[in-house]
């Protein structure tokens, strides 16, 4: 199959960009991820500090849907860190089944209790340094909480953020850390956490891992990775999903008659390759570190 010419020149149009067009470019497409995704959010439901910290611990290698089913039981059990600090391991390990890597889970929520307990008086610290040296939890859940919990801006680098920000070409790099610091070069730190959200949002519904929705996305004109999905509006609509879709298509220009129904009720992250906002084995492999 011909690639379109469009698709062939994205990446031609961007080759001699310098740092200050870069950072524009960058600028400019944050601005249109907040006019495509009005609605983007934490997906988690929290109420407190230590239930989103704990929400964020268990969507590791999950999706928040199923997140959100497993923590009312949870949070209706366990309300203070000495809950979790005194928790019966196998009654924890039980409610937390259906997240996988349940034992781990229950490890780093019962950890997790107890160092709260011993260094911060309970309470989850507000910051960074101090979050990370807590059972479970490494850069990306501390700057969720830091940003959703505690409104101090945070860039969460997941699966999604890491792919999307190399295809937008503002980076050209897989570790997260060094991928958090180049976009906060880029993005306006009060952004950082909604830009953050819509990042995600952009890579659940629209720039999806296998096959992006090119020509039905609201970034093309400036994505040097246009054309790694289908370009046509056609093919490209039937790639978008949640129940936003249709007005994600009328947002990039497309007929919103070409997405089908079933888009609009497919859950957004429930594709394995859409994990929870983590979206890694961050809380899985902490606990022993910690
Ligand atoms: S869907 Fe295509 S054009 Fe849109 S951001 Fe992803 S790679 Fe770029």
């Not at 945070?154 to 190399?166: A, E, Q, Y």
């Not at 919103?256 to 983590?278: H, I, K, Q």
Request: glycine share 6%; aromatic share 6%.
């Amino acid at each position: 199959m011909t690639r379109p010419r469009a698709a062939i020149l994205a990446p031609k149009r961007f080759a001699g960009e310098t740092v200050l067009g870069r950072k524009r470019r960058a600028r400019r497409m944050a601005r249109v991820l907040a006019e495509t995704h009005p609605d983007a959010h934490c997906e988690l439901d929290f109420t407190n500090p230590l239930e989103l910290a704990v929400a964020t611990i268990l969507s590791a290698q999950t999706t928040d849907v199923r997140v959100n089913q497993v923590t009312p039981e949870l949070f209706h059990r366990y309300r203070t860190a000495a809950d979790y600090a005194a928790a019966d391991r196998a009654e924890m390990e039980t409610l937390l089944r259906p997240t996988g890597f349940f034992r781990a889970k229950t490890n780093s929520l019962i950890g997790l209790g107890q160092a709260l307990l011993e260094r911060h008086d309970g309470q989850i610290p507000r910051k960074l340094d101090d979050l990370v040296k807590l059972p479970g939890i490494g850069r990306k859940t501390a700057n969720v909480v830091l940003g959703n919990a505690f409104a101090v801006p945070g860039i969460t680098v997941d699966t999604h953020f890491r792919r999307l920000t190399n295809r937008f070409g503002w980076v050209d790099e897989q570790d997260e850390v060094k991928i958090e610091f180049l976009v906060a070069d880029l993005i306006e730190k009060r952004d950082w956490t909604m830009l953050s959200h819509r990042v995600i949002f952009h890579g659940r519904r629209v720039c999806h891992a296998r096959t992006p929705a090119c020509g039905a996305c609201t970034l093309a004109a400036m994505c040097p990775s246009f054309g790694t999905g289908p370009t046509e509006a056609a093919p490209a609509a039937k790639l978008l999903k949640g129940p936003r879709a249709r007005d994600l298509a009328v947002a990039a220009g497309v007929d919103p008659g070409l997405v089908p129904a079933a888009a609009v009720l497919t859950p957004e992250d429930a594709a394995p390759e859409a994990p929870g906002a983590l979206g890694a084995a961050e809380a899985l492999r902490e606990p022993e570190d910690a």
